[in-house]
């Protein structure tokens, strides 16, 4: 079963282009995490979000985290070729454990 | 570089051997987490540790998996008798604040 459904799948823009790809649940997660991912190598982690409604900038991206903490979204403005990469997110449920249930993430390609 | 590091990178081998992999998480973290990531997935739930104490176990960790953190310090995941369906990225993960996980560079494995 897949908790995190994440679209589109795949996205291939112009350089410049805005873009907002969207991670969903039916289930409430206690905290939410972006990465990106590069062929090859570890996710590395852009943001985590714990509150609903929050919203948090990391210089061209804008993570927010919907009030019934469920669903999140990645708006990237004004793309640039180093943001090509794999976009998962990532949510650890109630308790204890903190383990994250992955969505099978967004492959952004920007051209130049 | 005090980031969580992984050892082999890549790691080949014939169906029927053993094979062990090392993680290095970061030094303050006393959770680790480990992963496996198949093409065209996200990460998924294998197990984690607190300290030297493994907590808890994903169905996917079968009974040729074992995974150990003598020391609470590095751990290792070893696969016994592999086989062709184990090829996969295998990550390890350091835990920090909020519930963020950070992940090393993985150890992809290859089974032929």
């Known amino acids: 079963t897949q908790l995190l459904e994440q679209s589109p799948q795949f996205l291939s823009i112009q350089e410049g282009e805005n873009l907002t790809v969207y991670c969903n649940s039916s289930?409430?997660?206690?905290?939410l995490q972006w990465y990106r991912q590069e062929p090859g190598e570890g996710p590395v982690l852009l943001v985590t979000?714990?509150?609903?409604?929050e919203v948090k900038k990391l210089k061209r991206l804008t993570f927010q985290f919907g009030d019934a903490r469920k669903d999140s979204s990645l708006h990237i403005t004004a793309a640039q070729p180093g943001d090509t990469g794999l976009y998962l997110c990532?949510?650890?449920?109630?308790?204890?454990?903190?383990?994250?249930?992955f969505g099978k993430g967004t492959l952004l390609t920007v051209n130049p | 570089d005090t980031g969580v590091s992984q050892d082999p990178r890549h790691k080949i081998t014939k169906r029927g051997q053993n094979v062990t992999f090392r993680c290095d998480p970061i030094?303050?973290?006393?959770?680790l987490y480990w992963y496996r990531q198949t093409l065209g997935q996200g990460p998924e739930f294998l197990t984690y540790?607190?300290?030297?104490?493994?907590?808890?176990k994903s169905r996917l960790l079968s009974d040729r998996f074992s995974a150990e953190r003598p020391k609470g310090s590095f751990s290792t995941l070893e696969i016994q008798r592999t086989e062709q369906g184990d090829s996969a990225m295998y990550l390890c993960?350091?835990?920090?604040?909020?519930?963020?996980?950070?992940f090393g560079p993985g150890t992809r494995l290859l089974v032929l």
């Open positions: 990532a949510g650890a449920r109630g308790g204890s454990n903190y383990k994250l249930t």
């Open positions: 289930s409430v997660f206690s905290s």
């Open positions: 979000v714990v509150t609903g409604g």
């Open positions: 030094s303050e973290h006393n959770r």
């Open positions: 540790f607190q300290n030297e104490a493994q907590l808890e």
């Open positions: 993960a350091s835990f920090g604040m909020e519930g963020a996980q950070y």
